[in-house]
């Protein structure tokens, strides 16, 4: 069932702080708000409207069987199809309920759509709005905390596999490979295309080339990858050296642990501005005269494997018990090697909880 079963009227001050209704057009909104998965999340397969008692789920008579395992007291679903569109069936429960403003996300509707439910509601209010299921996503319950925490215990899992496979002559394509087949086997599948990185390849943050040239003795590997349980996404990277490292990697990946760790130790004594984990973590770095990320220290991770809010120096934003965010410093040296030490963490009301469990100290294979 959708995340609001029980609680439905947290919607009325959060969702619908000033419209009688949410249209909500973004998929993974329409998931966590009903519980309703399709087979092409970047298509429109279903809508929600979410009113101060009732959320409706729009969808086709492909999903007819589906949507009736999310229809209950508080949740109804509502079929659609080419003779009853979705503008149809909305105005019909505007009508309804006598719904007159209804908001919409928008980040996701198109131009086109926009002008397209203008002229089906001549009589309602549209209204955007922003972010608002987004803000809801931001805090786990138990439930999505237990997916969260399977994710990252399998992904730490996938760590060890992988490393025996780290062996002269494999490839990055192989061990992406590697990587996907064994979380699809074991988890839900992956949280995103994992990032398989050789020596100079790890200087670019999101490489994602996967080149064929055989792993040789004396290379560093960088792997950022996660599971998937239920929809929520789990996310770590570690770096690794096969043979002896260099004396730079080695320097460089012993400023990287004590960037990640310090921000790590502020959190867990309940430092809670992004902004302040963001900025210490950068001065470890510059202090090592070392070139300073060039993305966020962290960002929050939850359906989606990015989500907000972002630890990050331009803006200072709170991190609140319930949130589950990564806390990821690195270095890049352009065209000669990039580290990166990345941890998932749970924020607690007084603590932190480390999900990313692997170890983090030098691992030579």
């Given at each position: 069932?959708?995340?609001?079963?029980?609680?439905?009227?947290?919607?009325?001050?959060?969702?619908?702080?000033?419209?009688?209704?949410?249209?909500?057009?973004?998929?993974?909104?329409?998931?966590?708000?009903?519980?309703?998965?399709?087979?092409?999340?970047?298509?429109?397969?279903?809508?929600?409207?979410?009113?101060?008692?009732?959320?409706y789920?729009?969808?086709?008579?492909?999903?007819?069987?589906?949507?009736?395992?999310?229809?209950?007291?508080?949740?109804?679903?509502?079929?659609?199809?080419?003779?009853?569109?979705?503008?149809?069936?909305?105005?019909?429960?505007?009508?309804?309920?006598?719904?007159?403003?209804?908001?919409?996300?928008?980040?996701?509707?198109?131009?086109?759509?926009?002008?397209?439910?203008?002229?089906?509601?001549?009589?309602?209010?549209?209204?955007?709005?922003?972010?608002?299921?987004?803000?809801?996503?931001?805090?786990?319950?138990?439930?999505?905390?237990?997916?969260t925490?399977?994710?990252?215990?399998?992904?730490?899992?996938?760590?060890?596999?992988?490393?025996?496979r780290?062996?002269?002559?494999i490839?990055?394509?192989?061990?992406?490979?590697?990587?996907?087949?064994?979380?699809?086997?074991?988890?839900?599948?992956?949280?995103?295309?994992?990032?398989?990185?050789?020596?100079?390849?790890?200087?670019?943050?999101?490489?994602?080339?996967?080149?064929?040239?055989?792993?040789?003795?004396?290379?560093?590997?960088?792997?950022?990858?996660?599971?998937?349980?239920?929809?929520?996404?789990?996310?770590?990277?570690r770096?690794?050296?096969?043979?002896t490292?260099?004396?730079?990697?080695?320097?460089?990946?012993?400023?990287?642990?004590?960037?990640?760790?310090?921000?790590?130790?502020?959190?867990?004594?309940?430092?809670?501005?992004g902004?302040?984990?963001?900025?210490?973590?950068?001065?470890?770095?510059?202090?090592?005269?070392?070139?300073?990320y060039?993305?966020?220290?962290?960002?929050?991770?939850?359906?989606?494997?990015?989500?907000?809010?972002?630890?990050?120096?331009?803006?200072?934003?709170?991190?609140?018990?319930?949130?589950?965010?990564?806390?990821?410093?690195?270095?890049?040296?352009?065209?000669t090697?990039?580290?990166?030490?990345?941890?998932?963490?749970?924020?607690?009301?007084?603590?932190?909880?480390?999900?990313?469990?692997s170890t983090?100290?030098?691992?030579?294979?």
């Amino acid at each position: 069932m959708g995340i609001f079963h029980g609680i439905i009227g947290f919607m009325r001050s959060v969702v619908l702080t000033d419209t009688d209704g949410l249209f909500v057009t973004n998929p993974t909104n329409v998931r966590y708000l009903t519980g309703f998965r399709g087979v092409s999340p970047e298509e429109r397969e279903a809508y929600a409207l979410v009113t101060t008692d009732t959320i409706y789920l729009f969808t086709s008579a492909l999903y007819r069987e589906t949507a009736k395992q999310f229809s209950g007291v508080h949740q109804k679903a509502i079929e659609i199809s080419y003779d009853h569109p979705i503008t149809a069936a909305l105005s019909e429960v505007c009508d309804k309920t006598r719904i007159k403003t209804v908001g919409f996300e928008e980040t996701n509707l198109t131009v086109w759509e926009f002008q397209t439910l203008k002229q089906s509601l001549p009589g309602i209010t549209l209204t955007p709005t922003h972010g608002r299921v987004e803000a809801l996503r931001q805090m786990k319950n138990t439930e999505e905390l237990k997916s969260t925490r399977l994710a990252a215990s399998l992904t730490d899992r996938c760590f060890a596999y992988i490393k025996q496979r780290l062996k002269p002559g494999i490839t990055e394509g192989k061990l992406a490979w590697e990587i996907e087949n064994f979380l699809n086997f074991k988890a839900g599948g992956n949280a995103f295309s994992p990032i398989v990185a050789f020596n100079e390849h790890s200087a670019m943050p999101h490489y994602h080339e996967r080149g064929n040239n055989p792993l040789r003795k004396g290379s560093l590997v960088l792997l950022d990858f996660g599971a998937k349980i239920n929809g929520y996404c789990a996310d770590m990277t570690r770096v690794v050296f096969l043979g002896t490292p260099k004396d730079a990697w080695v320097s460089t990946y012993t400023t990287v642990l004590a960037a990640n760790e310090k921000a790590l130790a502020l959190l867990k004594n309940g430092e809670r501005n992004g902004a302040t984990l963001d900025a210490v973590a950068r001065e470890v770095i510059a202090g090592a005269n070392l070139p300073v990320y060039p993305h966020s220290l962290g960002h929050a991770v939850g359906l989606e494997i990015h989500e907000a809010p972002r630890l990050t120096i331009k803006k200072a934003e709170t991190l609140k018990p319930g949130m589950i965010v990564t806390v990821e410093p690195g270095v890049y040296v352009e065209g000669t090697y990039g580290i990166r030490i990345e941890d998932l963490i749970h924020i607690n009301a007084n603590s932190i909880e480390l999900l990313s469990k692997s170890t983090k100290e030098i691992t030579i294979l």
